[in-house]
């Protein structure tokens, strides 16, 4: 077991006041064009969909940013929010890409940005997914892989930078395709360092990360730390439904999220009666059901 102590931070209520009288739900993790892979919906179609189900959204783009995306689709009064992901095509783990993405996040009630770790990883784990590639361009120069431990398996100079950064701005960490063992041990550099961060495990029941339920039970219950639970693993059947069921049930702080929008995989409306199906075959409560879909991920989010 990890135990992980930090200093806390007060957070404001206004922002999960706000949003929990407009939306019954917020999937923190949705695939919307333009991005590496082909998309079922653009963002404005997206939101649309998410709006009309009493739902927010969390864009995510393998490319990089998604805020200038997020910000015209609550122009339109859509509950879209926006993240970036530090790949190398959008800079790397680079803080200058980071203060870019939140210059262009500007509506009233935006909450934290979350801030992806690379996904476009060294992995021996292939897809089962049929997907392709949006255009040429993204084949010819996407695919630059990175990670955030150097080759002796010490964490780069570059995460320090930015757990600094996030204790100074509304920001959420997310781990990202991090192996376990990275995963670990940027848990213990943020005990150690990163007092005041906010730090998500980005769907760890992957193949990539491979962490299960219980291992993520041990982790502890922490104001800081929040866990991610995609349908996405469970469709794809790299997640057990009993080790699904135990992630829904009794994971601390769990952030339950879709990971959808591939032209392969359910749409939104399919995705929200399957998880009703799964839910109501688990026992799951209405209190836990909205604890994991609603209020967890505001807190997450909450500045």
Same mark, same amino acid.
């Given at each position: 077991?990890?135990?992980?102590?930090?200093?806390?931070?007060? +957070?404001?209520?206004? /922002?999960?006041?706000y !949003?929990?009288?407009?939306?019954?739900?917020?999937?923190?993790?949705?695939?919307?064009?333009?991005?590496? /892979?082909?998309?079922?919906?653009?963002?404005?179609e997206?939101?649309?969909?998410?709006?009309?189900?009493?739902? @927010?959204?969390?864009?995510?783009?393998?490319?990089?940013?998604?805020?200038?995306?997020?910000?015209?689709?609550?122009?339109?009064?859509? *509950?879209?929010?926006?993240?970036?992901?530090?790949?190398? #095509?959008s @800079?790397?783990?680079?803080?200058?890409?980071?203060?870019?993405?939140?210059?262009?996040?500007? /509506?009233?009630?935006?909450?934290?940005?979350?801030?992806?770790? *690379?996904?476009?990883?060294?992995?021996?784990?292939?897809?089962?997914?049929?997907?392709?590639?949006? =255009?040429?361009?993204?084949?010819?120069?996407?695919?630059?892989?990175?990670?955030?431990?150097?080759? =002796? @398996?010490t964490?780069?100079?570059?995460?320090?930078?930015? #757990?600094?950064?996030?204790?100074?701005?509304?920001?959420?960490?997310s781990?990202?395709?991090?192996?376990?063992?990275?995963?670990?041990?940027?848990? &213990?550099? #943020?005990?150690?360092?990163?007092?005041?961060?906010?730090? +998500?495990?980005?769907?760890?029941?992957? *193949?990539?990360?491979?962490?299960?339920?219980? &291992?993520?039970?041990?982790?502890?219950?922490?104001? !800081?730390?929040?866990?991610?639970?995609?349908?996405?693993?469970?469709?794809?059947?790299?997640?057990?439904f009993?080790?699904?069921?135990?992630?829904?049930?009794?994971? *601390?702080?769990?952030?339950?999220?879709?990971?959808? @929008?591939?032209?392969?995989?359910?749409?939104?409306?399919?995705?929200?009666?399957?998880? =009703?199906?799964?839910?109501?075959?688990?026992?799951?409560?209405?209190?836990?059901?909205?604890?994991?879909?609603? /209020?967890?991920?505001?807190?997450?989010?909450?500045?």
């Amino acid at each position: 077991m990890v135990t992980l102590l930090l200093g806390k931070k007060k +957070m404001s209520t206004s /922002f999960s006041n706000y !949003w929990q009288n407009k939306i019954d739900a917020l999937d923190v993790h949705y695939h919307a064009r333009p991005d590496s /892979f082909k998309r079922r919906y653009n963002v404005i179609e997206a939101g649309k969909i998410f709006s009309k189900n009493s739902m @927010g959204c969390v864009l995510k783009n393998h490319l990089g940013s998604t805020t200038s995306l997020a910000s015209l689709a609550q122009e339109f009064d859509l *509950p879209v929010f926006g993240s970036i992901v530090l790949n190398s #095509i959008s @800079g790397g783990i680079n803080i200058t890409s980071i203060k870019q993405a939140l210059c262009q996040y500007s /509506f009233y009630q935006n909450g934290r940005l979350i801030v992806h770790l *690379p996904t476009v990883v060294k992995t021996n784990h292939s897809s089962v997914m049929n997907r392709k590639f949006s =255009n040429t361009s993204v084949e010819k120069y996407s695919q630059e892989v990175n990670r955030i431990t150097t080759s =002796n @398996g010490t964490l780069k100079s570059e995460i320090s930078a930015l #757990i600094a950064f996030s204790q100074e701005n509304d920001i959420v960490i997310s781990t990202g395709h991090a192996s376990k063992r990275e995963i670990y041990s940027l848990l &213990e550099f #943020i005990d150690k360092y990163g007092g005041g961060c906010r730090l +998500m495990l980005n769907q760890p029941a992957n *193949p990539i990360t491979g962490m299960s339920a219980k &291992e993520l039970i041990a982790l502890g219950k922490h104001d !800081w730390l929040f866990i991610e639970q995609t349908a996405l693993t469970v469709l794809l059947k790299y997640q057990s439904f009993d080790d699904f069921t135990l992630a829904v049930k009794k994971i *601390p702080n769990l952030v339950y999220s879709s990971d959808l @929008g591939q032209l392969c995989q359910i749409d939104i409306e399919d995705w929200i009666k399957q998880t =009703n199906y799964w839910f109501d075959t688990m026992g799951v409560s209405k209190e836990r059901y909205k604890e994991i879909s609603l /209020f967890s991920p505001l807190r997450m989010l909450s500045p």
